[in-house]
């Protein structure tokens, strides 16, 4: 996703610990994480707001848009590893899983 995360950033600037941020904009320590390392599909306004209050920031010092970016290309070199099936690690391909429908009756 080409949306890049700064959150750790902006900690580093404040010399804040993640679970201080977590406890002062009132999420768990579980989700800033998964919201800090990129992981998330989506922010709630309310989120960012909370984020900017505590951080005494912009939102674009928070998120930024980097063309041709990846999930893990900062940590991975832009490359995922594959499984022989070509799934993502640790996911099973569905005709492993099986087709998921009940047999008829």
Known sequence: MPIVVDIDVMLARRKMAVGTLADRIGITPA??????????????????????????????????????????????GGQVPETEAGDAPGRHSSAARGSGKRPAR
């Open 31 to 76: 989700n800033l994480a998964v919201l800090k390392n990129g992981r998330a599909k989506a922010v709630r306004f309310t989120t960012l707001e909370a984020l900017c209050e505590v951080l005494d920031c912009q939102p674009g010092d928070l998120l930024r848009f980097e063309a041709g970016t990846e999930v893990g290309d900062a940590a991975a």
